[in-house]
């Protein structure tokens, strides 16, 4: 069901410019619609669906107009932001600050976001694996650890292992980076080398 409202951080009505191919301009408001001129465009208003629950710390959200009848419904897809853009965080702060660099010297936001975008990320990679065994998620695959069918007991029972194994040593890496016994690390591949080759290969 939609949640038929108007932009809800902003006082303007939002519109789109709309011609026989789909959605040509968006977003616009009364003024940009003005300063077009153009009286013979079809313009309709948009009305924003509900926004998707979301970690601002590794996640954003993309708009995704779309046409139904005389309006334009935003919906929105929850993207996760890339890890590459946290680690060339972390290679400019640790340039401006020098060879002194340290846990100390990383904002809060900056930790809290290296954080959850590492969760983020093996999270994503234990689902793959489990995926390559035709399961859901590794949440689905290791709820079959007491299975009665020892095919599937077996299964669960090593993707369970897999999964604990890959977030005691991922939580002890990331325990020793926060006091500073570990060096903030400047790459994925660092990550990737503590985690079980499996998850990372998807073998």
Not at 53 to 58: D, K, L, S
Not at 104 to 110: G, I, K, Q, R
Not at 117 to 130: E, F, G, I, P, Q
């Amino acid at each position: 069901m939609y949640s038929l409202t108007q932009d809800i951080n902003s006082l303007e009505k939002v519109f789109a410019l709309v011609d026989a191919t789909g959605i040509v301009l968006f977003p616009l408001t009364e003024a940009d619609i003005y300063s077009r001129n153009q009286p013979n465009e079809n313009y309709y208003p948009c009305f924003r669906n509900v926004t998707p629950e979301y970690n601002p710390f590794c996640q954003y959200l993309v708009e995704k107009p779309v046409i139904v009848g005389n309006y334009v419904i935003i919906n929105y897809d929850v993207v996760p932001i890339p890890i590459d853009h946290l680690f060339d965080e972390l290679n400019a702060l640790r340039d401006s600050v020098g060879p002194e660099f340290n846990i100390s010297h990383v904002p809060m936001s900056l930790l809290a976001s290296f954080d959850a975008s590492v969760t983020y990320k093996v999270t994503s990679l234990l689902d793959a694996w489990a995926k390559t065994r035709r399961y859901d998620n590794i949440g689905s695959l290791a709820d079959y650890r007491d299975s009665p069918i020892e095919k599937f007991r077996n299964e669960g029972l090593r993707g369970q292992l897999i999964r604990d194994t890959t977030w005691f040593q991922l939580t002890n890496y990331l325990g020793g980076i926060l006091t500073g016994v570990i060096p903030i690390p400047m790459s994925w591949a660092e990550i990737e080398a503590v985690l079980p080759p499996r998850i990372v290969t998807g073998k």
